[in-house]
């Protein structure tokens, strides 16, 4: 199928539309912007500044993506948007572009959701296959992992690390890191346990689930300080692969976890 763009929308020179795109009425694509192969835009959809967006995609009416971000220090310097493959962007969604005192660059990568006006600040780096569910936001600067599902109406703070597999609860406030494999919820969110179930949906092991499990305990039920839970948890990780998220997310973490 060629690429389809309806006469009402703009188009700017300069602009690259892959193969078998279809961009729908009353959009706007910015001269810097690079749309890849069977992207589909529905309607009334803005794409602007040096945005990069893989194949696939699905991005709904009225989402704004690569547009000027919302920090007072940005001064217009050329910063980067890149987004993956295969990511359904619903209506109303905002993604920002990044700006020079956070690398120059918002990342998104591949397969996954961002439901109804949720929004994605300057400057985050967001894995593979999480969720933002309706109206989820992202301060400036965090970090998510992969598989990360973040609640509706749930708010986090920038700056903040969210490790890989974890879920925040719809209505919570992050104000700290959210090591891997957590529940949490609340505001300032606490956690509550392991994602067992979503786990186990993603195939992990029994041996691995109860490694995370042992993990989670050293680390929130046996009293220790962070210092001495990290030399227990590097132990257990030498036994586990899975139990090495924890290892790595405690080298990125800068705002201490959340307890």
Known sequence: MATEIHPSSVIEKGAKIGDNVKIGPFCYIGEHVEIGDGTFLKSHVVINGHTKIGQNNQIYQFASIGEVNQDLKYRGEPTDTIIGDRNLIRESVTIHRGTAQGGML???????????NAHVAHDCIIGNRCILANNATLGGHVQLD????????????????????????????????????????????????????????????????????????????????????KVEIESLAKQYPEVQLFIDFFARSTRGIIR
């Open 106 to 116: 918002t990342r998104i990568g591949s397969d996954n959701l961002f439901m109804i």
């Open 146 to 229: 992969d598989y990360v599902i973040i609640g509706g109406m749930t708010a986090v703070h920038q700056f903040c690390v969210i490790g890989s597999h974890v879920m925040v609860g719809g209505c919570s406030g992050v104000a700290q890191d959210v090591p891997p494999y957590v529940i949490a919820q609340g505001n300032h969110a606490t956690p509550h346990g392991v994602n067992y179930e979503g786990l186990k949906r993603r195939g992990f092991s029994k041996e691995a689930l109860q490694a995370i499990r042992n993990t989670y305990k050293i680390l929130y039920r046996n009293g220790l300080t962070l210092d001495d839970a």
